[in-house]
């Protein structure tokens, strides 16, 4: 099946410690992306990928990095410069980055830092 | 910038009765448009989108949602809700080359 796959579903971390959430898709997509979600508000565009090897800040981007060295994966690492980092975070992909295509979407990674 | 607003914030029904949940957009392009659905703890589902063909746009799940750039809207709306249709529901706009503006959501309240 096709798809993507974020991984832990539920993840813990003490403050002050760097985390690093995974995810993966092979659906063959070109751009991948990275979404915050807080409660009661929309997703928020941390960080975004058009082709491998290059990547762009989003509008939250202050405290996170990525890298993307496969086509299949968009790792996102929550350091410890990130003021508020519990939160549910979305990876998603698209065909490419034409606006008429839309985003597929991960199941989410829920961070708690305590 | 373009922007989307969901007018309301929670929206109840009962088993069998309309849904209508709305959305406005804001936008200096020809946009694209779409509906998402978020069950708790999930990652989004598209349920149908609009990219200037017909202004009328059927979705999954008996789901559909009208264009109409006069009113600059996009309700979305379905003849018969059912209860594994509660859940959070997003308007999207797209601002050009796949960046993507949320709305706030609507949480739609499904009772027997």
């Known amino acids: 099946d096709g798809g993507i796959t974020q991984s832990p579903k539920y993840l813990f971390r003490k403050e002050g410690q760097n985390v690093t959430l995974s995810c993966e898709q092979n659906l063959n997509h070109d751009a991948m992306y990275w979404y915050r979600q807080d409660p009661g508000q929309g997703l928020r565009l941390i960080y975004y990928?058009?082709?491998?090897?290059?990547?762009q800040k989003g509008d939250i981007a202050e405290g996170y990095s990525v890298s993307r060295e496969k086509k299949e994966s968009f790792p996102l690492t929550v350091t410890s410069a990130q003021k508020n980092p519990t939160a549910f975070y979305l990876c998603?992909?698209?065909?490419?980055?034409?606006?008429?295509?839309?985003?597929?979407f991960g199941p989410g990674t829920r961070l708690t830092v305590t | 910038a373009q922007s989307v607003t969901q007018l309301d914030s929670h929206v109840s029904v009962s088993e069998g009765t309309p849904v209508l949940l709305r959305c406005n957009y804001s936008?200096?392009?020809?946009?694209?448009l779409f509906w998402y659905v978020q069950h708790p703890n999930k990652g989004l589902q598209l349920l149908l989108k609009y990219t200037s063909a017909a202004t009328l746009v059927k979705g999954i799940n008996g789901f559909e949602a009208e264009f109409k750039k006069s009113e600059t809207s996009f309700h979305l709306t379905k003849p018969s809700a059912h209860m594994s249709d509660a859940a959070e529901y997003f308007c999207?706009?797209?601002?050009?080359?796949?960046?993507?503006?949320f709305g706030t959501g609507t949480r739609l309240l499904v009772s027997p």
């Open positions: 999207v706009v797209s601002e050009g080359f796949q960046k993507l503006v």
């Open positions: 936008s200096s392009y020809s946009p694209s």
């Open positions: 998603a992909s698209s065909i490419d980055w034409a606006s008429t295509y839309e985003q597929y």
């Open positions: 990928s058009q082709i491998v090897n290059d990547f």
